[in-house]
């Protein structure tokens, strides 16, 4: 069974913190896809990044970095300096290569004070 | 660039009546989704879409229907609603299917409350 386990409910920081997201998977698939989504305020789902299971290379986009690590399991999502906009909710979600389906975590809700 | 539109925004809806979501891509993704979002459990699949003709059931089927007469067009229908479908239901669509490498885009989201 496939399974996405996102322990962190909520997450509150002050402007300018460094912030990590968390996110553990469970699958059986050798050839899986990590995905990360971003809900902010205003309701819709904006994509941030998509990885394989075969690229376990760290990936760095702005402030946003994304620690992929298959012994532990885990996706993690790194904001740096954080700031009020991204304040949202965080899904972390697994695409199997046998599923066709995209199963999602419940989500963690960053609230970035100034 | 629309991308994909869902209809209506909201809704509130009596318990026992019918009624359809509607989901609309301009994209020419093969694949679509319905999800509904809820408090603490994130978002469920409910039903989705390979191609067109063919559907499947998600983790949460049960109540609602859907058809995939084109590519474009995805139509979410609960035939008797209740109130634990209260949710906020969202559509998606995948250039393929999500077993590939490829990731899925989201529309706004419809709010449906039954009373």
């Known amino acids: 069974a496939q399974k996405v386990t996102q322990v962190q409910t909520e997450i509150s920081v002050v402007e300018k913190e460094d912030v990590t997201l968390d996110c553990v998977y469970e699958?059986?698939?050798?050839?899986?896809?990590l995905f990360w989504y971003k809900q902010p305020p205003s309701g819709e789902l904006v994509f941030l990044i998509r990885?394989?299971?075969?690229?376990?290379q760290n990936e760095i986009s702005g402030r946003y970095s994304w620690n992929f690590q298959k012994s532990t399991s885990s996706f993690n999502f790194t904001i740096t300096a954080s700031q009020v906009v991204d304040s949202a909710v965080y899904f972390c979600?697994?695409?199997?290569?046998?599923?066709?389906?995209?199963?999602f975590g419940t989500g963690t809700r960053l609230q970035v004070f100034p | 660039i629309a991308g994909i539109t869902q209809a209506p925004t909201s809704q509130i809806l009596a318990a026992g009546r019918r009624m359809t979501l509607r989901c609309t891509q301009d994209m020419r993704h093969n694949a679509m989704y319905w999800y509904r979002q809820d408090l603490g459990l994130g978002l469920r699949l409910i039903h989705y879409s390979n191609t067109a003709g063919t559907t499947g059931k998600g983790e949460v089927p049960d109540g609602y229907s859907v058809s995939r007469a084109n590519t474009d067009d995805f139509p979410l229908t609960l035939a008797s609603a209740v109130p634990s479908q209260t949710s906020v239901y969202f559509c998606?669509?995948?250039?393929?299917?999500?077993?590939?490498?490829?990731?899925?885009?989201f529309g706004q989201g419809t709010r449906l409350t039954v009373v």
């Open positions: 998606a669509s995948s250039r393929q299917p999500l077993g590939g490498d490829t990731e899925a885009f």
């Open positions: 979600a697994l695409g199997g290569y046998n599923t066709d389906k995209l199963i």
């Open positions: 990885r394989n299971s075969f690229d376990e």
């Open positions: 699958t059986r698939d050798t050839t899986y896809y």
